[in-house]
């Protein structure tokens, strides 16, 4: 069965003593308390071991924001899935719209990175969404398939570890939220090409909206039956928003 999962996604956020204190918050709300949903914090790679320290694997997941495609080496500045999983990150955003627009990632690309965050024992969150202008031109399903099927040479059992980000590019960061029945519509869409290409893994595939998620559109959202949580940019960095959003799921 999926799971329901709350992520969130730190960007480039907090001094390293500011991410300590936010991830032990988080911790200490959700400690001995049962929610219905996995909880992951995705953080700066400077802030990983740090917070760690400070989070029960059983409360709280660890993740980073992003690893190379490269395995090691003559890299200045990048850092690998092994240095990632080095740090006790169990999981790994990937292909978020961010690094596809301003760093030029591409379907490529994210396919090594994908392989090589699952050869270093990562679960990846891999992230799909269209831009504005192809939602406007009627293009988004398309894309979004596309970007989805550049996972589609991944045998059966390393797809299967993968979870899914929907995140509308015109959503992010931009308070506009898409409408519940638009994350519906394209998380079955993202469902039935999975099954076409996987079968039955579709159903087992946790597949998260992003953008603009927030505490009072986060339960409307996540009662959508496509809809297994949210990956969670802004409203991540407030405790008490963070936990809001997790709490729609009770
Ligand atoms: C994100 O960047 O992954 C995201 C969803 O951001 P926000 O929630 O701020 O729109």
Redesign the pocket.
Known sequence: MRKNIVAG?W?MNTTLEEGVELASSINDALKGKKHNCDVVICVPATHLVSVNAVIEPETVGLGAENCSEHEKGAYTGEISASMVASTGATYCILG?SERRQYFGENNEQLLKKTKLALANGLTPIFCVGEMLEQRENGTFNDVVRSQIEALFSLPIEDFSKIIVAY?PVW???TGKTATADQAQDMHANIRMAIREKYGDVADDTSILY????KPTNARELFAKPDVDGG?????ALNADSFMGIIEAFD
């Open positions: 996604n960007k978020h995140e959503a992010i960061g992003g953008g603009s998620c990956l969670i940019g802004g409203a």
